[in-house]
């Protein structure tokens, strides 16, 4: 159904134990996954702008990027994909995504700026 699209995606796929055969399309968990990043970025931009009193740097805000992934993305997953008797292959390849995008909006922030709180 899917084809080449899912090309790369097999490691992910095979952990998260889905078959793409039986997976449905749906344009509303993109939609979703957009608006949760968009407050999770805000979120982020007023963290950043209270610890570094609205003056942020890139180095700063990678920095925090990293330490709210160690200490809320990666003990999340870590804890609910244990509950959910999913392999640390699972775990490493989402917790890795999260810490891209947390470092990416780090970036972001660090080059844009973050108002005060």
Known sequence: MFGSKLAGREPWLKAAKLDPATM???PLAF???FVAELVMAYIMALVVGAMTGGEPTLLADLVI???LWLGFVATTLSV????????WDLTL????????????IGAVIGWFG???S
Do not use: M, P, T
């Open 114 to 116: 973050a108002a005060a």
């Open 24 to 26: 449905k399309k749906s």
């Open 65 to 67: 990027g990293f330490v």
């Open 31 to 33: 939609v979703i996954s």
């Open 80 to 87: 609910n994909h244990r509950y959910e008797n999913f392999g």
């Open 93 to 104: 390849i989402d917790s890795g995504h999260w810490l891209g995008v947390l470092l990416i």
